[in-house]
């Protein structure tokens, strides 16, 4: 079956521009992930999504960052003003419930010029 | 805090050199641990979840071990398709995020 998917998988843009990252998850999946893997450093939680709701959003760096899930399906990360350090790969994932094996995302390359 | 220690950074073997990659970890009531493969430009893909010390998981050339501090993912007699990142990541109870391990780069030489 279709695994998660992300787009663009690419993204260059300019420092103060904003962007739309967007996950699709896997069918029935009801928990979604947000995760960020810099340039030698791990992979680092953002936001956690059961359904629409998002109870635990304890990884966002700063209010420039926001995230919606809608419908219990597609999801969007939004950066507002990039900067350089946005720079990164943002890695989606599903799970079938919360505390379940996640799935992840091919993840979207982002660059902040 | 919860702390994941991968080890080493990185290892070469040759073809067929079985080796393990350690994973260390730190936190306040484990639900389970994550075994990742992480190919270049990919994202990581699922190897295997340890929920309880002195279980063992195995999958192919590979097999997961999981003590109270630490879990061992052992390579027996790998090939050059083995060559990859390895992730390790813990989720403790009350809390469904991950919190991973900067990972091992594993490249077998052929």
């Known amino acids: 079956g279709a695994g998660v998917s992300q787009s663009p998988s690419n993204k260059v843009t300019e420092k103060g521009k904003d962007v739309e990252l967007r996950c699709d998850p896997i069918?029935?999946?009801?928990?979604l992930y947000w995760y960020r893997q810099s340039l030698g450093q791990g992979l680092e939680f953002l936001i956690y999504?059961?359904?629409?709701?998002?109870?635990?959003k304890s990884g966002l760096p700063s209010d420039r960052f926001s995230a919606e899930r809608t419908g219990g399906s597609v999801s969007t990360l939004t950066i507002q003003r990039t900067q350089q350090e946005d720079s990164a790969v943002y890695l989606c994932?599903?799970?079938?419930?919360?505390?379940?094996?996640?799935?992840f995302g091919p993840g979207t390359r982002l660059l902040v010029l | 805090e919860d702390q994941v220690t991968q080890s080493p950074e990185a290892l070469r073997l040759q073809e067929g050199e079985s080796s393990s990659l350690n994973c260390s970890y730190t936190?306040?009531?484990?639900?389970?641990l994550f075994w990742y493969r992480q190919d270049p430009g990919k994202g990581p893909e699922f190897l295997f979840t340890?929920?309880?010390a002195g279980e063992e998981k195995e999958k192919e050339r590979l097999k997961a071990t999981l003590t109270k501090k630490e879990s061992f993912l052992h390579i027996t007699a790998p090939k050059p398709e083995d060559s990859a990142t390895y992730l390790c990541?813990?989720?403790?109870?009350?809390?469904?995020?991950?919190?991973f391990g900067t990972g091992t780069r594993l490249t077998i030489i052929p």
């Open positions: 936190v306040s009531g484990l639900r389970g």
């Open positions: 340890l929920y309880s």
């Open positions: 990541a813990v989720q403790v109870r009350g809390n469904e995020k991950l919190t």
């Open positions: 994932a599903s799970s079938l419930w919360g505390g379940e094996t996640q799935y």
């Open positions: 999504f059961q359904g629409n709701s998002a109870p635990d």
């Open positions: 069918s029935g999946h009801t928990a």
